[in-house]
């Protein structure tokens, strides 16, 4: 049974940097697609990047240049590394995973609970 712990949300002022982490536990194979999701209240859940088997990487252009995800090299631990945060940066995050390599529109099977980043002006 795959599970999906995340940790590192917090409270942080505009500008200010955090780093979430998801350690994936339970798998017995190389895991293909992991990514980051964001729901903010009264708005839809959003994809905020993704980690393909082949180390590619992919952002949503609301957090380009500004956050970076990437694997350990045991990987087994998911981070995503979010810097010059903006209030509208405020939002549940979640980890997920998938056993495909990631493209769009790409069922998630595998969530973890969610963390949260709240961002002040």
């Known amino acids: 049974q795959v599970q999906l712990v995340p940790s590192g949300g917090g409270s942080v002022q505009a500008g200010g940097s955090l780093r979430l982490s998801c350690a994936v536990l339970?798998?017995?194979?190389?895991?293909?697609?992991m990514a980051w999701f964001r729901q903010a209240p009264g708005k839809e859940r959003e994809g905020v990047a993704t980690?393909?088997?082949?180390?590619?990487?992919t952002y949503a252009d609301s957090v380009k240049g500004r956050f970076t995800i990437s694997l350990d090299n045991a990987k087994t631990t998911l981070y995503l590394q979010m810097n010059s945060l903006k209030p509208e940066d405020t939002a549940m995050y979640y980890c997920?995973?998938?056993?495909?390599?990631?493209?769009?529109?790409?069922?998630?099977?595998?969530w973890g609970q969610g963390t949260q980043v709240t961002v002040s002006a």
């Open positions: 997920a995973t998938a056993w495909a390599q990631c493209r769009v529109g790409l069922a998630y099977p595998y």
């Open positions: 339970g798998y017995d194979h190389p895991i293909y697609c």
């Open positions: 980690f393909d088997v082949d180390g590619s990487t």
